[in-house]
């Protein structure tokens, strides 16, 4: 075990995220350096300490550096605009002074697999970031990847995004050059193993999963997945500059950082050394499984989420349309209700059945209706019991998927819809009154799920907004638990 503490960098990002997870779990003692301290608010451990530093400000590194053994260098400026291969090499300068005045012993850090002299200004900006680490006479140990596969990963959420959005596409040149995926659970062990590596000097591994694929393949693996059927037509002509356009078109959240990407692609990203399969316990899984695990961790992700909580703190919800988060659409409101969440939680488990909706039942039974029409199973299971629910009760078309007693309520749709669907309510105490968040989720299967959300949104919002002030006002006027509620 290493004596001092271990400084994590850009634990705000995808990788560092994930690394500051792992790297506690192991009991390490880690400190992570954020110019935006409050971004790892909820996400650091007690026993991690968090401190503000700039890349640009030698002096804030060397305050964070102090006490420290082991040093990840995980910060990069895809995202940023302006020239960012100055931003990183003055990053790194700074970096290395002030860990060579502090005394670190050690410098792990990730960048990509680049082959060649003709490269992106991405991967030489990679490239020089890695020479001027491993040239300041600390041990580096640099790792360089391909493709990352993980939910969230920049990479995965391109694919998903023309996946989902496009059911024909023209693919350029660049799309069927190998590289080497790995899965992002791969690549935090090779990042965890490395704190423990005897190790002297500098090294450099390559590291990737066991199959050569090019971008095309993982688009048809994540198709395969997801059960969407693309006519995918290759065209010679579609430069990188071009691309870029296109992407922005369809994916505009990733059009700038998206360029880059497409850029680094242009060249074979594989694996030409393979000593870091023969040094690490690292076994890279193949990426029909990575892909698989980053579909179910979004999963499982999703599950956890207090919708509430992600939208007020990151997000400002749109007025219409709701807002985008990964695959999923998601739409909430809210109100204040002058009760005990106790009183609250107990109206909305009153819902469905021959209880009703609250609000609009005709409309609920003509969905029901068409549901029925279409094949599926429409209103008619009703449900169990008037007065509780508990998970795996049927509502209508709906079944229980979640339910914490006085805190929150979660649904999930089973009639016919192109997507899978969830109805979110949660109830907290707001000072000697009581908040209802009501949320609907959506993730949208291919392009008719996106028609599906945003043309039947004006009605759907419409019907859930006066659920939403039915409930809170039925909270206060309404007759007896056993009596129904339309």
């Known amino acids: 075990m290493i004596s001092g503490r271990i400084l994590l960098t850009g634990a705000t990002g995808y990788v560092g995220g994930r690394l500051l997870k792992a790297l506690e779990s192991k009991g390490y003692a880690v400190r992570c350096l954020a110019r935006r301290p409050e971004f790892l608010k909820g996400k650091a451990s007690d026993a991690t300490e968090v401190v503000q530093g700039d890349f640009l400000d030698e002096a804030s590194l060397e305050k964070a ?84 596969i993980g939910s969230g990963s920049l990479s995965f959420e391109m694919i998903r995004s023309l996946m989902n959005r496009l059911p024909v596409m023209t693919t350029p040149k660049w799309v069927r050059v190998l590289a080497q995926p790995i899965g992002i659970e791969d690549v935090i062990q090779y990042l965890t193993e490395a704190v423990e590596l005897p190790l002297h000097e500098s090294h450099v591994f390559e590291i990737g999963g066991p199959e050569k694929l090019s971008y095309l393949d993982l688009m048809k693996e994540y198709g395969r997945q997801k059960n969407l059927k693309r006519l995918i037509i290759p065209v010679p002509v579609l430069t990188p500059g071009l691309s870029s356009l296109w992407l922005g078109l369809v994916t505009p959240l990733y059009a700038r950082v998206g360029r880059k990407l497409i850029e680094s692609m242009r060249h074979e990203t594989t694996v030409k050394d393979e000593s870091a399969l023969k040094i690490f316990s690292v076994k890279p899984m193949p990426i029909r499984e990575a892909m698989r695990r980053a579909l179910k961790n979004e999963d499982q992700s999703f599950a956890a989420t207090r919708w509430s909580d992600a939208l007020s703190s990151s997000y400002k919800n749109k007025s219409w349309g709701g807002i985008q988060l990964g695959s999923r659409l998601v739409e909430t409101s809210s109100t204040l209700i002058d009760a005990t969440p106790e009183k609250v939680f107990e109206f909305i488990t009153r819902i469905g059945g021959k209880n009703g909706w609250y609000f609009a039942n005709g409309l609920w039974k003509l969905r029901g209706y068409l549901d029925l029409f279409a094949g599926g199973v429409g209103m008619r299971r009703g449900r169990r019991d008037a007065l509780s629910l508990r998970v795996g009760d049927t509502l209508d078309w709906w079944r229980v998927e979640s339910i914490e007693p006085n805190s929150l309520l979660r649904l999930y749709a089973e009639m016919k819809v192109p997507g899978r669907a969830w109805l979110q309510f949660e109830v907290k105490k707001e000072g000697q009154k009581t908040i209802l968040h009501q949320t609907a989720i959506f993730d949208p299967h291919g392009l008719w799920g996106l028609v599906y959300w945003y043309g039947l949104y004006p009605v759907h919002r419409f019907v859930f907004t006066g659920m939403l002030k039915r409930i809170a006002k039925s909270v206060h006027f309404q007759p007896p638990q056993d009596s129904g509620l339309v």
């Open 65 to 148: 550096m102090e006490g420290i053994d082991t040093a990840y260098y995980l910060v990069h400026s895809m995202g940023t605009q302006g020239i960012f291969d100055e931003e990183e090499t003055r990053s790194a300068l700074n970096f290395v002074k002030a860990a060579q005045k502090i005394g670190i012993r050690r410098i792990i850090y990730l960048g990509g697999i680049s082959h060649g002299e003709k490269l992106s200004p991405h991967l030489k900006s990679r490239q020089t970031v890695g020479k001027i680490l491993r040239g300041s006479g600390i041990p580096t140990i640099e790792f360089q990847a391909s493709i990352i």
